[in-house]
């Protein structure tokens, strides 16, 4: 279960201190599919990284699995389970598909298992398998290869950072099939920030955030009619 406690997030900007989270607590069952939704600069963001440890808090706590993880760096909390997966992912010059899945599996996996991945998030594995993660994808090739490796880590944490961004249509509908998939199975805790109204109406509940606080949780038919 994922508990977040009075939660802040504060930054110096050039006017002075700016509170992008104010006071903000959310708590997540196990298994539970979430969609974090509102508009720009409303926090979204900040909080999704601050869970992951991305942003350091400067108040409050989060607590993953009854342990307080507010202190802990992003490896720690990568090594109890949390993946994120970014809005633009980062590349790897000089590492192919195949290795980026391995290391994400933490074991080296089969050639049909890594295929089996990257078809979830609607690529041909045949065509990506071998090619390196560099600037010769776009950035939606990007975005699918990243969140295959979210799903090979098998976490009981998945965080998706707006997972539609610069995806076509077609792959948009394959991944929320995955997400939906994923959920189905009750295969781990999901946490998406998104505004596209198929992954909202996947969800167990809807939070709404906006000026840095939560100002709406509810199912999809109470907050998203």
Known sequence: MLE???????VEGADGAVDI???????VEDKKFIVVTGPNGGGKTSLARAVMGINPSSGGSIV??????????????????????????????????RDLL???????????????????????????????VDASLSGGEVKRIEIATV??????????????????????????????????????TILIISHQERILRLADEIVLIAGGRITARGSVDEIYP
């Open 4 to 10: 977040i406690k009075h939660l802040s997030y504060r």
């Open 21 to 27: 989270l104010q006071d903000v607590s959310l708590t």
């Open 64 to 97: 993953w699995n009854g342990e307080d993880i507010t202190a802990l760096s992003v490896t720690e909390r990568a090594k109890r389970g949390i993946s994120y997966g970014f809005q633009q992912p980062p590349r790897f010059k000089g590492m192919k598909v």
């Open 102 to 132: 391995d290391v994400a599996a933490g074991e080296k996996m089969g050639h049909d298992t890594a295929c089996d991945y990257l078809t979830k998030v609607g690529l041909c594995a045949r065509d990506y398998i071998d090619r390196d």
């Open 151 to 188: 799903l090979a880590r098998k976490s009981g944490l998945m965080i998706f950072d707006e997972p539609e961004a610069g995806i076509d249509l077609w792959s948009f509908a394959r991944l929320t099939d995955t997400f939906r998939e994923i959920h189905d199975k009750k295969e781990a």
